[in-house]
């Protein structure tokens, strides 16, 4: 696993002098150039390969509309999200639509916007009907539940709160055939960074087996299968990041085998992956304001568990990186902790780091996606901002920093 920066202490240094950290920083070639390699792995789908970005992953204008150019769509599940894909200028069925326990504005929304409708419960037909009425396109997202033996790799869905039942699935399908919807899809997303290659493969194979049955028995066309997202990252240094060319190829091998020939041939394959298209490319920037001796050797920093959650929400290993001293051996444990008036803000818990002194920048990793996405405002902590690192080196301000007016904005002073 690489752990170079693509900055070095200088370039750092330099940006700082105009923007104060906490920030992150996402870097923008990297993101390009994954988000490319992964479109081409899945080039050779017959019927067309899109990766729909999860916008919760990293939900900022900018980064949607560069992937929005390299030929992404956007995987929305709320009204704010919408808007966004909406406001980069994606449309109809760019829009992938993939809620829960929706409320009907948002499918207002989505049906204006001709967003592709992933219903999540069998319910829901009924909702939209009654509502601003049913799409000529929908899909359904499948929770397989306890599996048949030899699929246990897929884990325990039947404790997910998701998706329907395959007997759901059949009854939706025929349901919403009868009362005139004519194209079809098929999803499910039944797990979240995951790096076992072999998973993406048996959820295609479980996608496609299914297609197959359903539109045998009730006689109905599929344009697509959505494989959801969940491709992992590897956070820590020992993991390594999923192969796409070896998902693909297995893929692409059940594919041929089971629907060449078919009508079912030239099915779209469709994805929802965030954490994989920016997670590695993200840097949470910060540094180091204190440092405290007690029972323990404590760095505290000028970022909190409020810049990025997942450390003390999930207890998420995320690589330390000290800019200037990344060959200076790894002498001291120390704890590095936020400001939040809640034990569980540490970013990093008994981590072998080079000697810290004040003012040197902290940079921790992976934080290009859920990462300031998750941002939140307890304590009044204020979220940080977004950078995007040009390939020239220049930096674009992509969020600026939220401001104690902004904290602020919700209450009325004036009728205290
Ligand atoms: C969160 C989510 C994704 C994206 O997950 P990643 O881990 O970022 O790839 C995709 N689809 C749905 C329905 C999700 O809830």
Redesign the pocket.
């Known amino acids: 696993m690489n752990r170079s920066l693509p900055f070095s202490k200088e370039e750092i240094t330099a940006i700082n002098q105009n923007h104060p950290t906490p920030f992150h920083i996402y870097d923008q070639k990297a993101i390009q150039k994954n988000a490319e390699a992964f479109l081409n792995a899945f080039a050779w789908a017959p019927g067309g390969f899109r990766n729909y970005f999860?916008v919760?992953?990293l939900p900022n204008p900018h980064i949607l509309k560069m992937l929005h150019s390299q030929g992404m769509g956007a995987?929305c599940?709320s009204m704010a999200e919408l808007i966004l894909a909406e406001k980069v200028g994606m449309r109809g069925e760019e829009i992938m639509f993939?809620s829960n326990d929706t409320p009907m504005d948002e499918y207002e929304k989505a049906l204006e916007l001709g967003a592709v409708i992933n219903l999540d419960d069998i319910s829901h037909l009924d909702f939209i009907k009654q509502g601003p009425g049913l799409p000529e396109l929908l899909c359904f997202r499948y929770n397989p539940g306890p599996l048949k033996e030899g699929n246990a790799i897929i884990g325990s869905p039947e404790e997910a709160k998701y998706g329907f039942t395959r007997e759901q699935l059949k009854e939706g399908y025929r349901k919403a055939s009868a009362w005139g919807v004519t194209r079809f899809g098929l999803h499910t997303?039944v797990a979240?960074?995951e790096l076992n290659a072999d998973y993406f493969i048996e959820t295609a194979v479980l996608l496609i087996d299914l297609v197959k049955e359903i539109s045998e028995e009730l006689d109905i066309n599929f344009e697509f299968i959505n494989l959801?997202?969940?491709?992992?990252i590897p956070y820590k240094a020992e993991e390594k990041a999923v192969d796409l060319k070896y998902v693909s190829a297995g893929i692409k091998k059940y594919y041929s085998k089971i629907l060449s020939g078919t009508k079912l041939d030239g099915i779209k394959i469709y994805m929802?992956?965030?954490?994989?298209v920016t997670g590695p490319y993200g840097y949470l920037v910060t540094k180091a304001i204190h440092k405290k001796d007690t029972y323990k050797h404590y760095i505290g920093v000028d970022a909190c568990m409020a810049d990025l959650m997942r450390p003390g929400l999930y207890g998420a290993y995320h690589h330390i990186t000290i800019p200037g001293k990344e060959n200076l051996s790894e002498d001291h444990t120390y704890d590095v902790v936020g400001s939040l008036c809640e034990n569980n803000d540490k970013f990093a818990i008994n981590r072998p780091l080079p000697l810290i002194e004040a003012d040197d920048f902290i940079v921790i990793h992976d934080t290009g996606?859920?990462g300031s996405a998750m941002g939140f405002n307890y304590n009044g902590k204020l979220r940080p901002a977004e950078l995007l690192l040009m390939e020239d080196g220049s930096v674009k301000e992509i969020r600026r920093k939220e401001t104690i007016e902004d904290y602020f904005a919700t209450l009325d002073f004036a009728t205290l």
């Open positions: 999860a919760k992953a995987d599940s993939t997303m979240s960074n959801g997202g969940g491709i992992g929802e992956c965030g954490r994989m996606a859920h």
